[in-house]
């Protein structure tokens, strides 16, 4: 154990970019040298291979020229909880596996909903983002299944369900929907603002068509952190949208939940308290390892779809507060532990702070690249991330647009700084994810400054290779 304690700390130390650079062939070639049928080498020798095989090649969410995808740097303390949740090996689905375990993940859950403000709510811890929203969606289903009127000559009610969101949702409302049995069209598209935000108005109108063609809208999908963008849809207007229609409300905060804690943005989620289920992934925002999400609901007794009665384990009449009742899981992590560890040794005001200052930084990289002439900025976030485009005066959309994966590219192969891509409004963009409380200004300098190197090199050598196809050339940095 301290030898690979000492292994990673040494990593963290001498580690000077986010990734090694290392091909995909480079690294097929050494996990297939490893013969996993062959006779055990020893502790020590796997520890050692632990170290040069993953470590040396994995992407470091800690390095400030990281700032891809919404992956964290994580709290020292929570790394300390994380030993002892492996190590103790609790099982937090009865309480006769984890006994005090149990009664410290209920006092946390008790915790994040009256943060949220559900002072009767209840919740579990899940894998991620996506096993929450599956679970509240499940719960809506079933709630929109016992209360929908029935419709003579209608199809059955399952296809008749709709989920209304924005385009801005997170993928896993779609999958969802398609897990839970709906229909391939039964995610409805509401119109947005200019911003990405969703458009109260709109949902109206959606709602009203909904009942109007028969359907029945099973669940609004409000997004406290939209995945590209940062953004907040207008949550209390939604609230009184979906109240005037009797319609569940779930808020994915899977993004946004650390301004539950912001000493200066908890404002941004007002609201939230009036949705009937909300997504939190304290492995975001929160800084904590994967995984460390939790679903959470208004009424406890929305959790009831997912119980099932097992003799060996939750016998109908115990009294033990047994979890497995309120999850789709049965074995599960005690990953509520580094939540707790964290909360006691830096508190959650500090955590909010935190929070603070990525999106801080954020805004400060807005300015950054609009007062750079060779930069475009595609919009604003309310959070941490920051879109953009390389486009000098000069640089055709057709141009910039095939510039944003070669980019990308170069720059993950180089291993040097890692930046992310996506599409905006029909238009490709880099995007950079500010989650680093530790980055800098200069930091961030830093990374937009590689990639105009990067950019500018690719257009030189496109020019350079004429005839050949624009930007079809390969740059090492």
């Not at 809506?140 to 029935?150: G, I, K, S, V």
């Not at 009742?325 to 560890?341: C, E, P």
């Not at 702070?353 to 309310?382: C, I, K, Y």
Request: net charge negative.
């Amino acid at each position: 154990m301290h030898d690979a304690v000492d292994r990673i700390a040494r990593r963290f130390r001498e580690t000077t970019r986010p990734f090694s650079g290392a091909s995909r062939a480079e690294l097929q070639s050494l996990v297939d040298a490893v013969d996993l049928d062959g006779p055990g080498r020893g502790t020590a020798a796997a520890v050692l291979e632990a170290d040069t095989l993953f470590a040396e090649h994995a992407v470091w969410f800690h390095h400030p020229d990281y700032a891809a995808h919404l992956n964290c740097p994580v709290a020292l303390p929570a790394v300390a909880a994380e030993a002892v949740v492996a190590a103790v090996n609790a099982s937090l689905d009865t309480y006769d596996q984890s006994t005090v375990g149990t009664l410290m993940e209920r006092h946390l859950v008790d915790w994040v909903t009256a943060r949220i403000g559900f002072p009767a709510g209840d919740g579990i811890f899940t894998s991620g983002g996506t096993q929450s929203n599956l679970q509240a969606l499940l719960v809506a289903r079933d709630h929109a299944l016992a209360t929908a009127e029935p419709l003579p000559g209608a199809p059955d009610a399952l296809r008749r369900l709709v989920i209304l969101a924005t385009a801005s949702s997170h993928f896993s409302v779609q999958k969802s929907a398609r897990i839970l049995g709906l229909g391939d069209d039964a995610v409805v598209a509401v119109a947005t603002d200019s911003s990405g935000r969703m458009d109260p108005a709109a949902l109206r109108d959606a709602l009203d068509l909904c009942r109007a063609s028969g359907s029945v809208p099973m669940c609004v999908v409000a997004t406290a952190g939209t995945t590209d963008r940062g953004c907040i849809d207008p949550l209390a207007p939604i609230a009184d949208a979906c109240d005037a229609t009797g319609t569940w409300l779930h808020v994915d905060a899977a993004y946004g939940c650390g301004l539950l804690v912001s000493p200066t943005r908890r404002h941004l989620l007002d609201g939230i308290e009036r949705a009937r289920s909300v997504t939190v992934d304290f492995h975001k925002s929160f800084f904590q390892p994967v995984s460390s999400s939790a679903v959470l609901v208004r009424d406890p007794a929305d959790l009831a779809p997912v119980t099932w009665y097992a003799d060996y384990l939750n016998p109908a009449g115990s009294e033990e507060p047994n979890q497995v009742d309120k999850s789709i899981q049965t074995t599960r992590r005690f990953d509520a532990l580094k939540l707790w560890v964290t909360l006691r040794a830096l508190g959650a005001d500090r955590l909010g702070e935190m929070f603070d200052e990525v999106v801080d930084l954020a805004a400060r990289a807005h300015t950054m690249v609009e007062d750079d002439p060779d930069l475009r900025l595609v919009g604003r976030s309310q959070l941490s991330t920051v879109l953009f485009r390389y486009q000098p005066a000069g640089l055709t959309d057709a141009d910039a647009d095939a510039l944003v994966p070669l980019v990308r590219r170069v720059l993950f192969q180089s291993g040097r700084t890692l930046v992310a891509k996506t599409v905006v409004d029909g238009r490709p963009c880099l995007k950079l994810t500010l989650l680093n409380p530790e980055s800098t200004d200069t930091d961030v300098r830093r990374v937009l400054d590689v990639v105009r190197g990067a950019a500018s090199a690719l257009v030189e050598e496109a020019r350079m290779l004429a005839p050949v196809p624009a930007l079809e050339a390969e740059v090492v940095l």
